[in-house]
């Protein structure tokens, strides 16, 4: 399985190297472009249908997503999965259910995420699962930057694994260095 991701990702041109601030604020030479993959629906939903096989099992009832880029894959794998996708935005700064969107109480969810480096996202997805009284049934996602540190504490699969490194600000070796920052993803428009 990760050899087809990992070609899927690597022919779009979606492995990027520079010096790149990342969603969690630490820093890296490697960024993971996932919209040069995300934008072709073919490969995306090859990529969701490789997420639902892991869950087709678990009787999910709704696939939940983060904006923006977990909109797409929830979509793509309630598709698969023959059960209805929402996604989470933030509002003033909390993530939310907006849209009329709602989760049943007891209501199996899974839900999905592009990236993990942190997991910082995720969580705050799960909060919201846990707030509306849904039954988390696990975790999936297109790539895992965290070297295996993020832990959900339910079954998680990534479909693809990088050992990419990320410091801290203070602690960037490429800042030390006075290296440009990459331009990159929608935070420059």
């Known amino acids: 399985m990760s050899e087809v991701v990992s070609k899927l990702f690597t022919t779009a041109g979606a492995l990027l190297s520079g010096h790149f601030v990342l969603t969690s604020g630490m820093h890296s030479d490697q960024y993971m472009e996932k919209f040069a993959v995300l934008q072709y629906p ?3 939903q090859q ?19 983060p904006a923006t880029g977990g ?4 979509h793509g794998v309630a598709k698969a999965l023959g059960t209805r996708s929402i996604f989470t935005e933030r509002e003033q700064g909390k993530m939310t259910l907006r849209r ?12 999905v995420e592009d990236v993990v480096t942190t997991g910082g996202s995720v969580f705050e997805v799960l ?10 049934v696990g975790v999936g996602y297109l790539v895992d930057r965290s070297g295996g540190k993020a832990d959900f504490g339910v079954k998680q699969v990534p479909l693809l694994k990088l050992a990419v490194q990320a ?3 203070a602690e960037c070796p490429l800042c030390q260095k006075g290296v440009a920052f990459t331009s990159r993803g929608s935070r420059n428009i």
Do not use: S
């Open 47 to 65: 990529l969701c249908d490789l997420i639902a096989e892991h869950f087709k099992e678990d009787k999910v009832e709704v696939v939940l997503g």
């Open 100 to 111: 009329g969107f709602a989760i049943k109480p007891g209501e199996r969810v899974l839900v």
């Open 71 to 74: 909109i797409l894959l929830a």
């Open 127 to 136: 909060e919201v699962v846990k707030a509306w009284g849904g039954e988390l």
């Open 42 to 44: 073919d490969k995306t």
């Open 167 to 169: 410091w801290p600000a």
